[in-house]
C-alpha cells in the first residue's frame, strides 16, 4: 500500500516551518495518542503515521531528502528508516511526556526559568541596507546579579531545598487515567527556596543595566527582515539560559530611489529635446554615476534597465536591476524667442492634433472624431 503524503498527515504546507510542524505534530499526537484512545487500533495506527512523518519533517536532512525523493529516500537504507522503533511501548511515552510536559508543565524546570526575548527596532538608510553594515545598540535588559551570581539569595546557606517537591521542582498528579507531572506551587519549579534574599536585586537574581551590543546587519535586508541574536536577551532564572535578542529592521525612505524587493526604481527628468532627438545623459545608481543612452523618439514613461544595479539578495544572492523611468519634462519660463521657435514648430506639425509626427495623437483624435459621429447619426 502507497503510503501518505508526511505533509499531509501532519495537515501543514510544504513550505511550513518548524514551529508550524511541531505545533501541528503535538496537536494531532494528543487526539490520537493510544493512551488517549485505549483499545482503538485505527488512532494507533495514525499516532504512528503522525510520529513518523513528524521524525522525517523535524529532521533537515531528512526533510531535503524526502521533499527531492519522496518515500523512496528512505527505502533500502537510503537514510535509515524514517523511524526507527515504530510502535513500541517505548515510543508512545516518550511522545506523550514531549507533548504534555509543554501543557502540564513537565520536567520544564529551565524552559520556566528562560530570560524573556527582547526586540530592538533599528532604523537604516537603504544604502546602510543594500550594502550591510555594523552597527553598535544599547538595550535595557535584565542582566544576571553580579553579587549573587544570579541566586537571588544573600549566601549559599539562604538556599535550601523544597520539602514539597523534594527539590525536584515538579510533583505528580493523576488527570483523569493518566499522570502527568507540573511545577511544584511552592517553588515554581525550581527546587529550591531562598531564606533570605539578596539586598541587591531584592531575589530576582538579575537586575536591570543597559547592554551595548555590536549588530552585523548583513548586505540585502529589507524592512520587515528580523535578525536574531541567541542569547543576547534577558537573563534566565536561577542559572537558565537567557532568551534571544531580535533586531527589526526599517528602511528609510530614499530621495531618488524606491526599493520593491531586489530591484530598484527611479525617475529621470529629460528634456523634449532630448527625447525627440535622443543623446546620452548620466544617472545614479548606488555605487556612483553611469551613463545611460536615450534613443530617439523616447516617450515618456519608457524603462530603461541596468542589469546588476539592484540589490543582492540576503536570500538568494543574485543581485536585482535598476529600472530608471525616463519622463519627459514640459519647459518653463520661455522666453520669447523659445516661444516664438516653439511656435513655428508646433506650425510644422500641421496644428495641435498632429500628423505623422505625432502618431498617438492624431490616433486618439480620429477616435474621438469618429465616436461624436457616431452618436449624430
Known amino acids: 500500500m502507497a503510503?501518505?503524503?508526511?505533509?499531509?498527515i501532519l495537515g501543514v504546507s510544504r513550505n511550513a516551518d518548524e514551529r508550524e510542524i511541531k505545533k501541528s505534530y503535538k496537536r494531532l499526537a494528543m487526539k490520537f495518542h493510544p493512551d488517549r484512545n485505549p483499545g482503538n487500533t485505527t488512532a494507533e495506527t495514525k499516532f504512528k503515521e503522525i510520529k513518523e512523518a513528524y521524525e522525517v519533517l523535524s529532521n533537515s536532512e531528512k526533510r531535503a531528502a524526502y521533499d527531492q525523493y519522496g518515500h523512496a529516500a528512505f527505502e533500502q537504507g537510503n537514510m535509515g528508516s524514517a523511524s526507527n522503533s515504530r510502535g513500541s511501548a517505548a515510543d508512545f511515552s516518550d511522545i506523550f511526556g514531549d507533548v504534555f510536559g509543554d501543557i502540564f508543565g513537565g520536567?520544564?524546570?529551565?524552559?520556566?526559568?528562560?530570560?524573556?526575548?527582547?526586540?530592538?527596532?533599528i532604523e537604516l538608510s537603504l544604502e546602510d541596507a543594500v550594502r550591510g553594515i555594523t552597527k553598535e545598540i544599547c538595550i535595557p535588559t535584565l542582566l544576571v546579579?553580579?553579587?549573587?551570581?544570579g541566586s537571588g539569595a544573600r549566601s549559599n546557606t539562604a538556599i535550601v531545598t523544597c520539602m514539597t517537591c523534594h527539590g525536584q521542582g515538579q510533583v505528580q498528579i493523576r488527570q483523569g487515567f493518566f499522570s502527568v507531572q507540573q511545577s511544584c506551587p511552592v517553588c515554581h519549579g525550581y527546587g529550591k527556596i531562598i531564606k533570605e534574599i539578596c539586598n541587591s536585586c531584592r531575589g530576582n537574581g538579575r537586575v536591570e543595566r543597559p547592554k551595548t551590543l555590536s549588530v552585523k546587519i548583513p548586505a540585502g535586508v529589507n524592512t520587515g527582515d528580523r535578525i536574531r541574536l541567541s542569547g543576547e536577551g534577558e537573563s534566565g532564572k536561577n542559572g537558565a539560559p537567557a532568551g534571544d535578542l531580535y533586531v527589526q529592521v526599517q528602511v528609510r525612505k530614499h530621495p531618488i530611489f524606491d526599493r520593491e524587493e531586489k530591484n530598484l526604481y527611479c525617475e529621470v527628468p529629460i528634456?523634449?529635446?532630448?527625447?525627440?532627438?535622443?543623446?546620452?545623459?548620466?544617472?545614479?545608481?548606488?555605487?556612483?554615476?553611469?551613463?545611460?543612452?536615450?534613443?530617439?523618439?523616447?516617450?515618456?514613461?519608457?524603462?530603461?534597465?541596468?542589469?546588476?544595479?539592484?540589490?543582492?539578495?540576503?536570500?538568494?544572492?543574485?543581485?536585482g536591476d535598476l529600472l530608471c523611468k525616463v519622463v519627459v519634462e514640459t519647459p518653463v519660463k520661455l522666453n520669447d524667442k523659445q516661444k516664438q521657435l516653439l511656435q513655428d514648430l508646433?506650425?510644422?506639425?500641421?496644428?495641435?492634433?498632429?500628423?505623422?509626427?505625432?502618431?498617438?495623437?492624431?490616433?486618439?483624435?480620429?477616435?474621438?472624431?469618429?465616436?461624436?459621429?457616431?452618436?449624430?447619426?
Not at 3 to 8: A, P, T
Not at 145 to 149: G, H, L, N, S, Y
Not at 353 to 359: T, V
Request: with cysteine; net charge positive; hydrophobic share 25%.
Open 3 to 8: 503510503k501518505s503524503d508526511y505533509y499531509k
Open 107 to 121: 520536567n520544564r524546570r529551565n524552559r520556566a526559568g528562560r530570560g524573556a526575548d527582547l526586540s530592538y527596532n
Open 145 to 149: 546579579c553580579e553579587e549573587c551570581r
Open 271 to 319: 528634456n523634449f529635446s532630448m527625447a525627440a532627438l535622443g543623446g546620452e545623459i548620466e544617472v545614479p545608481t548606488l555605487d556612483g554615476r553611469v551613463k545611460l543612452k536615450i534613443p530617439p523618439e523616447t516617450q515618456t514613461g519608457k524603462l530603461f534597465r541596468m542589469r546588476g544595479k539592484g540589490v543582492r539578495s540576503v536570500r538568494s544572492g543574485g543581485s
Open 346 to 377: 508646433s506650425d510644422s506639425f500641421g496644428g495641435p492634433h498632429g500628423n505623422k509626427n505625432s502618431p498617438r495623437s492624431k490616433s486618439f483624435f480620429d477616435g474621438v472624431k469618429r465616436f461624436f459621429d457616431d452618436l449624430t447619426r
